[in-house]
T-cell receptor, first 113, second 111 residues
Framework: ETGVTQTPRHLVMGMTNKKSLKCEQHLGHNAMYWYKQSAKKPLELMFVYSLEERVENNSVPSRFSPECPNSSHLFLHLHTLQPEDSALYLC????????????FGQGTRLTVV | DAKTTQPPSMDCAEGRAANLPCNHSTISGNEYVYWYRQIHSQGPQYIIHGLKNNETNEMASLIITEDRKSSTLILPHATLRDTAVYYCIVRPFNTGNQFYFGTGTSLTVIP
């Protein structure tokens, strides 16, 4: 238990669906991150938030839309995804951006059909 | 751009020390070495980090060569629960937003 909770743990969605992934941390951290982990590929950083402001967007398609309403919650809104978007989506947090230790959630396993 | 090279897989007998190597020959003077691991179906977990001195904590020891071009993560008494993918990452300390995870070393601890 890292203190970072992601829901749902598993999600199957059609290409025309709209769904959202949720991440929550009550560690008092100011930075939150979304990562994508595809099969047999390294983790890819998608978005970085610091004090609820997006500070980095690594060329992620617009069908992925992050939202950070407060420093404890992070969402990833999904719409019109493609099968190649199927992956493990990981949320992480750290005290500040750039801290040596980031705490990861267990991830949401997303399957797009 | 992981900037590190690790063997793709290793085995270790339970109870023995696991020594995981990492090459980072292009490391810059302001870059630290970090180690994370990812147990199957879980998110990555921080293990340890260091600059040039050897470091030890409750999980592992980190040995960095004098020229800083390589390092070794040591799990002193490996258990079955240490079976995981281990990632060696270099990054400036407290700057930059991301850790570039490469493909790591898949460690299997054998009973």
């Amino acid at each position: 238990e890292t203190g970072v909770t992601q829901t749902p743990r598993h999600l199957v969605m059609g290409m025309t669906n709209k769904k959202s992934l949720k991440c929550e941390q009550h560690l008092g951290h100011n930075a939150m991150y979304w990562y994508k982990q595809s099969a047999k590929k390294p983790l890819e950083l998608m978005f970085v938030y610091s004090l609820e402001e997006r500070v980095e967007n690594n060329s992620v398609p617009s069908r992925f839309s992050p939202e950070c309403p407060n420093s404890s919650h992070l969402f990833l809104h999904l719409h019109t995804l493609q099968p190649e978007d199927s992956a493990l989506y990981l949320c992480a947090s750290s005290q500040q951006t750039g801290d040596p230790e980031a705490f990861f959630g267990q991830g949401t396993r997303l399957t797009v059909v | 751009d992981a900037k590190t090279t690790q063997p793709p897989s290793m085995d270790c007998a339970e109870g023995r020390a696991a020594n995981l190597p990492c090459n980072h020959s292009t490391i810059s003077g302001n870059e630290y070495v970090y180690w994370y691991r990812q147990i199957h179906s879980q998110g990555p977990q921080y293990i340890i980090h260091g600059l040039k001195n050897n470091e030890t904590n409750e999980m592992a020891s980190l040995i960095i060569t004098e020229d800083r071009k390589s390092s070794t993560l040591i799990l002193p008494h490996a258990t079955l629960r240490d079976t995981a993918v281990y990632y060696c990452i270099v990054r400036p300390f407290n700057t930059g937003n991301q850790f570039y995870f490469g493909t790591g070393t898949s460690l299997t601890v054998i009973p």
